[in-house]
């Protein structure tokens, strides 16, 4: 696949996702020479739990990375370093002597956890450790996953306290097995992963004793956190042996770097299963108010931390994917647009889908999707705008809650994810947020992100001014909308958002099979609906 004009060295990032395991091999430009992917099972015990196989997992990211060199035509002489990123959230516990799995992982999506959630929160409830990690309390974050497994599953609280076992978020456990697994193996995490697991101090960027203590986790099996682009260790077998370990970072992190957004209040968003929008904060943690999670946005070597913002929207290309297969009402997710385009505006109805309860920014496990404002005039055109629409006001509840936490105003947006290919789509955004939106040529950020981090971290890049100017806008929406008009649709989209709150009570919390035990952070089963390729955490 490489051609006359790409000469190496070059860096290849591995990417473990949601439904799927792949590896990119990039140039200099920030182009991309070969790509691998192969998917791993969904394993569903249960209503809303949601596990992985992560020996599966590692075999199948040792095949994509030997697919990607042998379709790119190098070999490990031509890599210079290799990035990570992950799924965040995912949590594993593994033998430290035989390197086996002691149970599935339990996967971000998964909600097995509230009800400990609920009981950690004590009479504080949501907050009681937010002001140290930046999260509210819920079963999206890996803390309270540790501490299930130690309790449900036979000796394995014996076990950790007596240091047989490693915990790990996906990031660990690939870099473990890069590095040489129970043969000297290299046991780390980086900043970005360690600050959604709601067991490290977003001050110090080390793990929190207290904390640990109050979610009863033994720190023995906690990983070093480091910072995200650092060489911590070499691969030791497979297609790029001897080539230096030079990254990791969580999906969304690793978007937010590889579309380059190293300065403060530049944001973007990735538009997937569920929708993801960070903004970049600088030096300063910024304590969210308005339901929005604070984390660590990535941190270079030995330089101070740059921190950022975090809203996530629980379901919006879920929400095309349900008009596909539960509704039938078109055959693939590119239809939507054309559908929705057939009519000049929603025709007076609006679509929230509180599928799993309301995430950023209300964090409202009660609320149920809702469709409001129907009259005989409606027509499923109408609905298929709607749900799109659903996507575009639920961005702007976002970055208002960004406004108001952080006090800086959105410029523009950068955007990536398979449902940015949705012009329509695209062109409401710009309209909604009254900001241009803007999508870069190469769609793969993520990868691209872990890819750069490595690069720094051994000087393939020399700054992130080069990386800069790497990016390349692909396609740009302006807005084009009344002000009137747009804030008489949004003050509409805020009342039927009104109308999903309370819809279940405690009598309900039992029924209902997955969807009702959908608590704070539970997620839908991945499948990014955007483009009908298998999704990821976004």
């Known amino acids: 696949m490489t051609d006359a004009h790409t000469s190496g060295p070059f860096i290849a990032a591995i990417d473990q996702g949601t439904t799927s395991s792949r590896c990119i091999v990039f140039d200099t430009d920030g182009r991309i020479i070969a790509v691998d992917q192969k998917e791993h099972e969904q394993i569903f015990p249960r209503p809303g739990w949601v596990e992985h196989d992560a020996a599966e997992i590692w075999a199948n990211v040792q095949q994509v990375v030997d697919g990607a ?6 070999t490990a002489a031509d890599v210079k370093a290799i990035g990570i990123t992950n799924q965040r959230e995912t949590t594993l516990l593994w033998d430290r002597a035989t390197g086996e799995p002691v149970h599935n992982a339990i996967v971000w999506q998964d909600t097995r956890t509230d009800a400990l959630c609920r009981e950690l929160g004590r009479n504080v409830g949501q907050d009681r450790f937010r002001r140290e990690t930046g999260l509210p309390l819920a079963s999206y974050f890996a803390g309270p996953k540790i501490r299930w497994l130690l309790d449900n599953v036979d000796g394995l609280r014996e076990r950790a306290e007596a240091g047989e076992l490693l915990f790990g978020t996906m990031d660990s456990w690939v870099i473990w097995n890069l590095t040489g697994g129970p043969d000297g193996g290299i046991h780390v995490t980086d900043v970005t992963n360690a600050s959604r697991t709601m067991l490290m101090s977003l001050r110090t960027l080390q793990w929190d004793p207290k904390i640990c203590d109050s979610m009863g986790v033994p720190m023995a099996i906690l990983p070093e956190i480091r910072s995200s682009a650092e060489v911590y260790g070499e691969a030791k077998g497979g297609a790029l042996a001897g080539v230096p370990v030079a990254s990791a970072l969580g999906d969304q992190q690793a978007a937010l ?3 380059t957004c190293f300065e403060k209040g530049e944001a973007k968003s990735t538009y997937g299963t569920g929708t993801f929008l960070l903004m970049n904060t600088a ?10 999670v604070t984390t660590v946005g990535y941190r270079i070597g030995d330089q101070p931390p740059v921190y950022a913002l975090e809203g996530s929207i629980a379901i919006t290309g879920a929400l095309v994917q349900w008009m596909r ?5 078109i055959n693939s997710a590119a239809e939507i647009e054309t559908l929705a385009s057939s009519v000049e505006d929603n025709g007076g109805a609006y679509f929230v889908p509180a599928f799993s309860g309301l995430f950023a920014p209300y964090w409202r496990d009660d609320a149920r999707g809702v469709i409001a404002g129907l009259t005989r005039y409606v027509t499923k055109a ?4 709607a749900v799109l629409e659903a996507t575009a006001w639920q961005t702007r509840e976002i970055t208002d809650a960004m406004r108001k936490d952080s006090g800086v105003e959105l410029t523009s ?3 990536d994810g ?5 012009n329509l789509l695209m062109q409401k955004l710009a309209d909604v947020l009254d900001a241009p939106v803007v999508r870069p040529l190469v769609a793969e950020t993520t990868c691209l992100g872990a890819a750069y981090a490595a690069g720094l971290a051994v000087g393939y890049w020399p700054d992130t001014d080069a990386l800069r100017r790497n990016w390349r806008r692909a396609a740009e929406w302006t807005p084009d909308m009344d002000a009137g008009e747009r804030e008489r649709e949004y003050r509409k989209w805020l009342k039927a958002v009104e109308r999903t709150m309370g819809w279940l009570d405690d009598s309900d919390s ?6 009702d035990s959908g608590g704070t952070g539970g997620r839908k089963a991945s499948g990014d609906a955007g483009n009908d390729q298998p999704g990821k955490e976004h």
């Open 418 to 422: 398979g449902m940015t290919s949705n």
């Open 413 to 415: 947006l950068k955007v």
């Open 510 to 515: 039992d029924s209902g099979g997955s969807s």
């Open 69 to 74: 060199v042998d379709k790119a035509g190098i």
């Open 325 to 329: 297969d539960q509704m039938g009402l």
């Open 257 to 259: 770097f590889g579309q």
């Open 382 to 385: 109408h609905i298929a705008r």
């Open 283 to 292: 030096d300063t943690p910024v304590n969210s108010y308005h339901g929005l």
